[in-house]
């Protein structure tokens, strides 16, 4: 989950201009006010101030498929009736997920060598999976830096967002969002669609047999899916999500990866965070690429025979 705010064609004004007009519905600084509160408390994202009109035009939506004429009596509804298709469709409207294949490029060589050493089993998270290409492109680095081996590797996707999880395990992909990759890489890894599909690929069942998709919420106390699968881990993916959490909810998040590293695991952040002053679990390694501090590393040791969710906090 990416929460970036991405601009919509809706009836609102431009960031930052102070208009309002040609909206459908009054946006008060208390219905806004009350928004930031909400989404903070379901999922830990801190919306900033200039994310408003982000959060008008996506939340429109509901309260036009809801019938609601305000704001303020669609969130009255939210909180008294706490149905939860709600609060996934409200989470899922506040949250974007920008991604791509083989984004910032630089971090699949690295993965590729660093997995190439790895013993036994290898196992990769992607927190942040959005609709897909992340976990497909570590896929493809994996097959690639293992060979054979390969079959044996394992990569749980996660994500906040429940309807970007289900394009992911779709795993159908129009040709733009392929159009950077190798032909080599097409071939051995997607279908091309015909008829109906023309203009469409779907990744291919090796390709998707090693990738287990399942909701998380990086905020929330325990993560019991992730317990269950695949930790420790050989490498955890959290790029560019943390940068939508405050610094008290990074440090936390950070504190309870670093159990379900091996002790030689590496962790990959997105281009714009920066983990240093927010942990004492994790020491930069290269370009936002984190190991775990030495003083670490021998409690994720003891702690690889157990139970990988215990124990998260120093």
């Given at each position: ?164 999880l289900a394009k992911g395990a779709a ?60 930790a420790p881990f050989d490498v955890i ?44 679990s994790f020491k930069l390694r290269g ?28």
């Amino acid at each position: 989950m990416e929460a970036r705010a991405e601009r919509r064609n809706e009836k609102s004004a431009p960031v930052g201009n102070g208009m309002d007009h040609e909206r459908d519905f009054d946006f008060t600084n208390a219905d806004f006010g009350r928004i930031r509160t909400l989404i903070y408390q379901r999922a830990g994202i801190a919306l900033s101030d200039h994310k408003r009109d982000m959060a008008y035009s996506r939340l429109a939506r509901r309260l036009r498929a809801r019938g609601k004429s305000s704001f303020s009596s669609y969130l009255d509804d939210l909180e008294r009736e706490d149905d939860p298709l709600e609060w996934e469709a409200f989470t899922n409207a506040l949250t974007t997920n920008l991604t791509s294949f083989f984004r910032e490029s630089h971090h699949f060589p690295l993965l590729a060598a660093h997995i190439a050493k790895a013993r036994g089993q290898v196992t990769v998270w992607c927190s942040a999976a959005s609709t897909g290409e992340e976990p497909y492109s570590i896929a493809i680095t994996l097959i690639e830096a293992l060979g054979a081996k390969a079959s044996q590797a394992t990569i749980l996707a996660t994500d906040l967002d429940t309807q970007v999880l289900a394009k992911g395990a779709a795993g159908v992909y129009t040709m733009e969002q392929v159009k950077n990759m190798s032909p080599e890489r097409l071939r051995r890894f997607f279908f091309k669609g015909t008829g109906e599909q023309a203009g469409f690929v779907k990744v291919r069942p090796e390709l998707r047999s090693m990738i287990t998709f399942a909701q998380v919420n990086l905020t929330d106390g325990s993560w019991p899916q992730v317990q269950k699968t695949g930790a420790p881990f050989d490498v955890i993916f959290c790029r560019n999500v943390m940068i939508y959490f405050d610094k008290p909810t990074q440090g936390s998040i950070l504190e309870k990866f670093a159990p379900l590293l091996k002790p030689d695991g590496l962790l990959f952040a997105g281009h714009s965070e920066n983990f240093t002053y927010v942990t004492r679990s994790f020491k930069l390694r290269g370009q936002t690429v984190y190991e775990l501090t030495h003083d670490r590393a021998p409690r994720a040791t003891a702690m690889s025979g157990g139970d990988p969710g215990q124990g998260g906090r120093p």
